[in-house]
């Protein structure tokens, strides 16, 4: 139920022994050469991760499982922030292993695949900061056990944030490829993101939220009614390239499933075509948040997600710009995030799905801008917003907001982003629909 899965002993009788044996060796032969699974695992347990459970859950709920399936384990329970990154970058001998395991959350993964594609680049002599570099895939995949406050890619990608159907999902060798983009700064690279980046609003919210680490998960919930109350706007551009040629769009009723055949398209495509067709588009304007979802991001607080038909491996992002609007207005488009309505549905809200995007905010758009301030004549209000980013207690609106990657608050506000079709591939199969799941549990529809 609920995509949980969970463990179940069956017993075969046979009359004859010889015939067991066979039975058994078939068996043994199948789950060696056809199944994919893994036999030997690296795992980083963040110990102080959500509710600080992850060590816990990992032994009694987790090495019991691994120990019957008889795959064989080194786990490290991390001890600071980026060990597991930096341990996976430089330490790691990664040839021993079949995978990958974080116990955590989001951040937790992050570090994950930080360290890994990182290393992955590096072995393969291509240069991660230079935004135009073709990537290379990296070949082990990566295992989510969810201890964290959001969990939101171990629930887009499995259906449920459960560490017993995790690890089952793990020892059966499942394997579901994901889109990453590479985030930069002026040809430098500032960061990797799977699921959200969020300027203004989601910027904001987790800005707040880190101030208040010691709450656990609640901590989101009071810093987005805060921001909400807040209720700033920035000014920026931002420029996309729209993805053209590919299957979907982000209003489709459809979603990205278990071996989704449009991930599987548009992978093809993508892989085939110079991913720079195509022409650039540019919007200016004041904006509550700027999104851009490269899947679903769906996770307990909104089942269905940021960008509900957001998939997780077609090489796409989908970006979302919601424009100044009432708190009312802004409301509306928060609430339907937790009701069947549709939140693109609304006049100051835009969507489009992407390959690549810039945002530069209004504050340092151009060279001539700034000389414009210079020379004394910029409108008030950009002097004053100016000044009063250094004197918050006046409650103004600030100039900038920061950028929310994945949960860790980026260091510079223009950006370069740019989407990696399959670059990992996770221990999981994708969300299955419910009807697979009442066929199998009625033996009769078989
Ligand atoms: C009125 C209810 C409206 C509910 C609207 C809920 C929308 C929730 C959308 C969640 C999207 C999560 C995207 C995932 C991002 C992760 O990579 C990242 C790392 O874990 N998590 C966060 O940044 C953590 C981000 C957490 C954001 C929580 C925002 C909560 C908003 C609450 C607004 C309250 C307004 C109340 C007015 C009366
Ligand atoms: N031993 C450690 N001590 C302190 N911080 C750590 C340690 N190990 C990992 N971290 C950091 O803790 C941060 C939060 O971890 P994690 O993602 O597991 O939980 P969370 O933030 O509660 O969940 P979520 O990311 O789902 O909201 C990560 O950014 C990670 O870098
Ligand atoms: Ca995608």
Redesign the pocket.
Known sequence: RQHRWRCAEVTFTCPEGELSVMLLLLLLLLLLFTANRPKHLLIYINPYGGKRQGKRIYEQKVAPLFAAAGVSTDVIVTEYANHARDHLRTEAELKKYDGVVCVG???MF?EIIHGLIWRTQIDGAVDPNCPDETLQTCSLRIGIIPA??????CFATVGTNDPVTSALHIIVGDSQPMDVCSVHHNNAFLRY????L?YG??GD??TD?ERKRWMGPAR??L???K???THHYYEGTVSYLPARGIIGTPRDAARCRSGCVVCQHNGKLLTERSENDGEWRTIRGKFLAINA?SMS?A?P??PK??SPAAHLADGTTDLILVRKCSRFDF?RH??R??SKDDQFDLTFVEVHRVRRFRFTPRHCQSDSDLELDLLGNASKRQIFSQICRDHPACGCAPAYSCW?????ILTHTAIDVRVHCQLIKLFARGIEEPAVFEDLANPCAI
């Open positions: 959350g989001d951040g992050s964290g406050s959001t969990d939101c890619i993101s799977v699921s959200l969020g609003f989601y919210v987790l939220s989101y919930d810093s987005g009614l921001m909400f109350l979802a991001c996770c607080r909104s997600g940021l409301l928060l609430l995030h937790t929310n990657c994945d949960g860790e």
